[in-house]
């Protein structure tokens, strides 16, 4: 369903990243140099010109660096992207209703064109995406949410996930199935503005940066949202709220402007070509402005709120429950995984069999697509009371809803109920796309059939002062959008993002509140969608501290962090290097003074450490030892005897030669019995070396906590910095470490686990002041008389399973 | 002018906190164990009845603690404090007017009343201020942007400072000098609730959690704006931008949450006293939704906003520059502190003189308050075209800007110029008030005066395609306010803050523009106003990175950073200490294992360091050697001889009596020659001891920065975790101590000050990969001989001058 992330590619992709950066910057030095001395060597006559054209060339460069040509370049770049993409999709769709309409003359042939069009064009999705870039399938949300956490998931910021992505999305939009173009949009763009930084590294120096491109990508995210629904202020809120644990107010500007200048263009794309007369709201709503509803109706609009609480996070539990259920049942999970294709074909069949217009989908409006059901469902007249039939023919779309038989309030709820898990069920398709759209559109149905119940109940309007001002479902539209799509996602942003789509922010207070509701109970329930799908992919992510979150303060990280850190010691010699890779899955160890003074000098990436022994004992060192033995071998022969010299040195050097032949063709060891005792003996020796750590990367100021620091403040400095472990120290003295892992078993409640001490019931009681001086006059005394010291920490051997994941 | 920030006071405060806090704790915990005690101790037959009242008691302190109910209460609370100001005021303003237009018959009597009304009220406020809390003064958003970083201003959160605000401010405001309430209504938001807070921990515990109380303030930051001008969704983002450096988006819904409950209460008020009809916009517009502004007019939109950005850069500067005049001018300096009313009482009779409107405020409607002129600029109508006589009738207020003689556009000119460098001037008063309203009005007059422009020019519109659509004015003004008011603030936010003033979003993307443009015009010229305010009182900041930040990348820490820095040893006696003490006067030391070996343990403050050493050579254990050395003196001589015995004994014992008796009473050295060199021996001895840390608080963990870390980085990171010093370690050792003042000056590029190694020009070009590893190898070698190194780092005279800011 969804693809996996593995965090040897992570590893992989930072050392080659940094590589090329390394690489990069050495070839840039060498240009320049070059370009000096081509200055300074043909001083003949058009030296001037050649000075003047290098400046020149210089000045661009530098101009080049600067940030808001980059934006300006990243808006122009999805604006057009988006526009194209719309206009495809529009044209897919379209093709669909031409061919419905051309074959009216038979039901069949009809639900043959209406079905098998769907399915072509999500299973060529579906493919085209496997087989180019898996990266490039769903959202993309999540994977922004954790890149722009600090951890590299290279693969998804490449051309090919691009171009899988974009072509991917239009098939999959086309097919007309119930899903959204926001999720994917984020992502893309954040490729547009890898791929765009990538290219304008070659012109200067300033875009290997690593921090400045992460604030790129989330100006990036940004304009995603911001030309999708043409809603620059929204874009760069929703973005804020999804992707950011902590933002910098200072990257605010790059945000607006890059996304102000995308939605203009994207506008202004839409008047060039004539579908528009000047610059308006994608979605605009034409609400009476003098008295746009009325007090007494707010109860109506928190009732919204909070039913779209309950049902944001049902759909959230919904879509988990799908994914799980399919991956579950291994024989559904090995008969799909054979044919991946099948099930994406087999869930369009049965979505677009529901929809098909004569069938089931005249109950529920099954001809229009996303677009034009929400237009309609914003409209500003009233069904209920003036019916639909009378007024409703001269907009064609809006006919859809009525039906002879039934009611207007049964195909509402009708709709609802069906596209409830039909996206649901849609947005697990392995296809590029998102589930905003979907969810907002149920969310106007929803809000509408609330505000038609009130029209039918109150035809007069609910205000008593004589004037007659009839309730607008078309408001309680907007409001039931924004509380749904709000609590789907656990965002407030989607209030701003409603205003900037509909072109009218008179309804602002119902809103809010209905939003506000909305996310206060979905909060409660369920994870947002994106941690929901973070948690399935099983994404190095650390969770929210929740709502009322203030026992968190009480508990401090000596109560959640493991005390048996493994750890090497600046003196150590190979042998204990070898044991501790051995026992120990830790990606980093902390390299310390010595075991009695456990001072912590640094931390060391395993793989550094395992250069190091390999190092030692690989075959370079082994080969000249050999040779040297010879040598040596040789030498006491000449002196021993004369006579039997020859035979033993001739004997002797076949067998080095036989030796070396061996590990240079076969690489396996061969020992030839006079050999084998020595290679043994070497070994050991060289494992009881000291270890030279001169030439190994040492970090050398890994992030320290104390053990009072709450894990309130533990979790902020995480998310701030995007840590993944840190060590926790007392005066200079390493006695544990604290990881994710931990971090996220503390927030998540279960701190009983194994390696992890649970912190006693009355622990918040504790006086902070005295306790926590003896405490460092404890650890000034085992400073003091260091040699005299006994027991020494950390010699245990800790549990296996706790340090996986660090 | 403005209060000054002492350093000793946030010392002090921070210390007083402490206390506070400890006391309390204890406090509810005996309070606690004696509601147990209690339930234990009567099992009578009201056993259960008992139980159960404690354990409602206990539900009810618990919820008390949930953050939604503090929100709720402050909200409430915050919307009442609104209403009633704005209430007062208005009752103010209309007495004025009243007055005014009671005595229509005398021109002397009435401009009597037109400028005696104001000079009262503002020398009430400015008295009443400064008598109660003269931390009420100014708008107070740049001590809540101080207080939000981590320092404690204490004095700025307290009743009084509560009391002064929000009567200095009615008072202020009534007296219709163009001065703004939302810069004050952050700060009164934010006493409410640290007042709440305090209220609130007599319940629970849970209010005294110093990361909670930010972010509660964080969210009263937002309640402030957002009741100001029943502009939620602005408020949260208007408070973010100004305050806050880094935000922290699970923070978010607090500030959604109470910033709408707010500004619901704020406008119910209004619906339940009459004055509105139903829930809407505080300046409502009517503009046409169907198409609000032409392709072809974004130049013009263009061209305010970059307008803007200079006027808002010039607003800024003029306002520092009357600041600094009037400091500098030591002549009227001296008079003003002498007759501290006489400033703000010559101030307001200037600006009333000017506006009087018989006089020359006919020329610049001086007869409309600041709400009025604003109501009148935003009007849909346009006032060139159709002239304003004969329409202007049926509504009072625009009749202030018609005039007989005068052209509307030279009304316009004159009243923008006027209010230009009132508002400026007006702001320097000492009372409590903001300078957003003003400006805000100036921007929209700005903005008027183009679109008027405009609408005269092209008189039917600029759309080509046959329909009419005239240009709106009013839009133009929208526009101007936004943008205006952006580029003096540095905000994007403001542009929200117009949709919800206005109630409408129609004109989103020119508004967008011209603030995008209005910021990046007066970013690159002037710091935002609070930036200002807060480099004029000198609190203690860190100025942002700018636009163009990127050869930020390149500064490194080492480069920066300070290299002799003070320490101590963990062996050393308290000689070393003494003369640290006195040769420095940096507020924490670093605290080293051994000269030689340099491995960083934490840091202590000097006060502890202080009481360290005044515990040694204290009158205690001094009273106590004096004792003792009499004793010794009274064996020796009773083993001596048995003649004299008596008589020296008791010469001795008087000698030691009046001694003590000296010190005792006088408290001064009457050495007794006997005693004078003993005692100066013995301090000598006292001296050569070593120190005793273990009643002494050390951090743990100071922050440490390794050399390489970029400036950026670095500024990040004291920003993120409000740092004041970070000690510069590499592999353990302590080699240099980077401080706030170091950084500011590498901000403000000013990196060639003493003490401070400026970088190579070629610096970027270094290869980092190489030499990096090289540098950590010969640490390593340090390290390793650590005996055999001669020279120490760290040993000689550092320069005085630079520690002093640690």
């Known amino acids: 369903m969804y693809g996996r992330y593995t965090q040897e590619l992570g590893v992989y992709a930072k050392e080659e990243a940094a590589r090329l950066r390394e690489s990069g910057q050495r070839r840039s030095v060498s240009e320049r140099s070059r370009t000096f001395d081509l200055l300074e060597y043909d001083k003949g006559r058009c030296a001037k010109c050649r000075i003047c054209t290098v400046r020149c060339q210089k000045f661009l460069i530098s101009r080049v660096g600067e940030d808001w040509i980059f934006l300006i370049l990243l808006g122009l770049l999805m604006a057009l992207v988006s526009w194209v993409v719309d206009f495809c999709i529009a044209i897919c769709l379209q093709a669909q209703k031409w061919m419905y309409g051309g074959l009216d003359s038979n039901v069949f042939l009809q639900y043959l064109a209406w079905v098998t069009y769907p399915v072509v064009l999500i299973t060529f999705s579906a493919g085209f995406t496997q087989i180019l870039a898996p990266q490039a399938v769903g959202s993309g949300i999540p994977e922004m949410k954790t890149i722009l956490r600090g951890v590299v998931l290279k693969e998804y910021l490449t051309f090919k996930t691009f171009v899988a992505k974009v072509i991917g999305l239009t098939c999959a939009l086309g097919s007309g199935m119930p899903l959204g173009k926001e999720g994917p949009f984020v992502h893309i763009a954040s490729l547009c503005a890898a791929l765009l930084s990538k290219f304008m590294s070659l012109f200067g120096g300033i875009y290997e940066n690593e921090s400045r491109n992460i604030e790129m990508l989330a100006a990036a995210c940004a304009v995603g949202v911001g030309c999708c629904f043409a809603a620059p202020i929204g874009g760069v809120l929703f973005s804020i709220e999804v992707t950011s644990t902590f933002f910098a107010v200072r990257n605010y500007w790059r945000g607006f402007f890059a996304a102000t200048f995308s939605a203009f263009i994207f506008r202004v794309l839409a008047v060039w070509n004539r579908d528009e007369e000047t610059i308006t709201a994608l979605f605009k709503t034409r609400f009476r402005l003098d008295f746009p509803f009325d007090l007494q109706e707010l109860p109506a609009f928190a009732v919204i709120g909070i039913a779209s609480g309950f049902g944001g996070a049902l759909f959230v539990y919904l879509n988990r429950l799908i994914v799980q259920f399919i991956r579950n049942q291994k024989a559904i999970n090995r008969f799909l995984m054979k044919k991946r294709l099948l099930y994406p074909a ?23 697509t996303q677009k034009e059901s929400l237009v309609t469902l914003l409209d500003n007249r009233t069904w209920a009371k003036q019916g639909i039939a009378e007024e409703f023919d001269y907009i064609g779309h809006s006919q859809a809803w009525q039906h002879p038989q039934v009611n207007v309030f049964v195909t509402l709820v009708i709709f609802i109920v069906m596209k409830f898990w039909m996206s649901a069920l849609a947005t697990t398709i392995p296809v590029p796309c998102g589930a905003f759209m979907p969810v907002f559109v149920i969310g106007a149905a929803f809000g509408r059939l609330v505000g038609e119940s009130m029209a039918a109940w109150f035809p007069d309007g609910i205000n008593t002062d004589g004037t007659i001002y009839p309730i607008v479902p078309g408001g309680y539209a907007v409001v039931g959008a924004a509380a749904l799509s709000g609590a789907v996602t656990h965002t407030v942003s989607t209030a701003v993002i409603v205003f900037e789509l509909t072109g009218q922010i008179s309804h602002i207070l119902p809103v809010m509140i209905a939003v506000i509701l909305a996310n206060a109970v979905a909060q409660s329930l369920q994870p947002s969608l994106y941690d929901s799908i973070i948690r399935i992919k099983k994404l190095p992510y650390l969770p929210e501290l929740g709502w009322g979150h203030h026992e968190k303060y009480n508990i401090r990280v000596e109560d959640i962090m493991v005390r048996d850190v493994r750890y090497i010691t600046l003196n150590c010699c190979y042998r204990d290097l070898h044991n501790v890779l051995l026992t120990g899955h830790l990606k980093t160890l902390a390299l310390v003074e010595s075991a009695a003074s456990m001072i912590l000098l640094g931390s060391i990436e395993r793989a550094q450490l395992q250069s190091l022994l390999s190092l030692q004992l690989g075959r370079p060192r082994r080969l000249e030892f050999i040779r040297e033995r010879a040598t040596a071998e040789k030498k006491r022969l000449s002196v021993v005897s004369n006579s039997d010299a020859e035979d033993d040195h ?26 084998l005792t020595g290679i043994a003996e070497w070994e050991e020796m060289q494992l009881d070396e000291q270890v030279n750590f001169n030439n190994c990367k040492i970090d050398p100021a890994p992030f320290q906590l104390v053990e009072r620091t709450s894990l309130h403040k533990t979790h902020t400095i995480f998310s701030l910095l995007g840590l993944d472990h840190a060590y926790v120290t007392s005066i200079g003295r390493l006695i544990g470490v604290v990881s994710l892992k931990e971090l996220r078993k503390a927030i998540e409640g279960s701190v009983t686990v194994k390696g992890v001490k649970v912190r006693p019931p009355l622990a918040s009681f504790r006086d902070s002041g005295t306790s926590s001086s003896e405490n460092e006059a404890t650890e000034l005394h085992n400073l003091w008389d260091r040699e005299k010291r006994m027991s020494l920490p950390g010699e245990h051997t800790p549990p296996e399973s706790d340090e996986k994941s660090q």
Chains 1, 2 share one sequence.
Not at 347 to 368: D, E, N, R
């Open 346 to 368: 087999l869930v369009t069949l049965l979505i677009s069999t529901l929809t098909f217009p004569p069938g089931f989908g005249q109950f529920m409006a099954g001809k229009l």
């Open 650 to 675: 001739r004997r002797a050097s076949q067998e080095v030669r036989f030796q070396v032949r061996c590990h240079r063709e076969l690489s396996t060891h061969f020992f030839v019995p006079l050999l």
